[in-house]
């Protein structure tokens, strides 16, 4: 265990904190979170709670406002200034352009990407993470709906769906993922004939059509954990590749692309952390409050609750 990590350690213990990462945080951060894991396994410990009176999210901050808002009597912070990811800051995922496309349809519920600002997630009536996308949608008790997300993982959910969905017109796209190339894929494949393929939904859709799984990582993993299968090429964020390849040494993975790299969860480096958790740091720059109105609060409330009852979890 390297000084850093140690430090952090202790520091969690002397101010009371509680560390919830997402695992496209860097990879040498992971061992001293306390709860580590894909969007999912991220809120449903939200949901769960916990005893520390402080919560640092190693995540881009729409994660932090979100658990701002669910646990209320908890301070939520993020490391220095917080990142937020270029998809919920896109011009055209706005209040004002949604607002104006959803109120031609307001008998329609709304179902809203993870992915996107406050405000929006303020118009939905559901919200949905990557991998979740089409389960989400299949729950909603109605045949016509209306949904905001990324375009790629709209591409792909809508061929899991057996509902007509009325998509907004505007929707961003992931640079990080759509950066993957079909071509390394077939090159790939050429290479690990017998391997298994698993790309995010985000991907474009001529290399999820190619893929075995399109899915979210949280199901990536426990595939990988249960499959017979010794080699693996993922289309996935490096540092969930890096996890995989910590946690299931006897297995063989292939990232599929080194451009799978996100900047928005790569500045929350250790020293980053360590900095966050000091609360004895003047330094204003070290962490950020994360706080949400109580009418915010009670809206991201619900729909967190809607999310998970509709995975069978509450």
């Not at 969905?165 to 690990?192: F, G, I, W």
């Not at 964020?237 to 790299?261: A, V």
């Not at 360590?274 to 609360?279: P, S």
Request: glycine letters at 4%.
């Amino acid at each position: 265990m390297n000084e850093q990590i140690k430090k952090i350690l202790q520091l969690k213990k002397e101010n009371d904190i509680y560390v919830i990462a997402h695992h496209y945080a860097p990879a040498e951060t992971h061992e001293i979170a306390d709860v580590l894991g894909d969007s999912r396994d991220f809120f449903q410990s939200v949901l769960k709670g916990c005893e520390q009176k402080n919560v640092l999210v190693l995540a881009p901050t729409f994660f932090a406002e979100l658990t701002a808002a669910y646990l209320k009597d908890k301070n939520v912070y993020v490391p220095g200034r917080g990142s937020t990811c270029p998809v919920a800051m896109d011009s055209m995922l706005q209040f004002d352009h949604v607002k104006l496309w959803r109120d031609q349809y307001p008998e329609l519920p709304l179902v809203v990407y993870g992915t996107s600002p406050l405000s929006i997630k303020l118009l939905a009536d559901y919200i949905a993470f990557p991998g979740d996308v089409p389960e989400v949608i299949n729950s909603v008790d109605a045949e016509r709906l209306l949904y905001v997300g990324e375009y790629n993982c709209t591409t792909e959910a809508l061929r899991k769906v057996n509902k007509e969905v009325l998509v907004y017109p505007h929707q961003p796209t992931c640079n990080v993922y759509n950066s993957a190339s079909v071509n390394d894929l077939e090159d790939l494949r050429a290479e690990y004939p017998d391997a298994l393929v698993m790309v995010h939904p985000e991907c474009c859709e001529a290399i999820t059509a190619k893929a075995d799984y399109a899915i979210g990582t949280g199901r990536m993993r426990e595939i990988i954990r249960t499959s017979a299968c010794p080699t693996f090429i993922l289309g996935v964020e490096k540092n969930f590749y890096l996890r995989m390849c910590r946690e299931f040494p006897e297995k063989q993975f292939i990232h599929l692309s080194s451009y799978i790299s996100c900047s928005v969860f790569n500045v929350m480096r250790l020293d980053k952390v360590m900095e966050a958790c000091d609360f004895a740091n003047a330094n204003a720059g070290a962490r950020t409050q994360v706080k949400v109105d109580p009418a915010s609060s009670e809206k991201i409330t619900n729909l967190i609750t809607k999310m998970y009852q509709a995975f069978g979890v509450i």
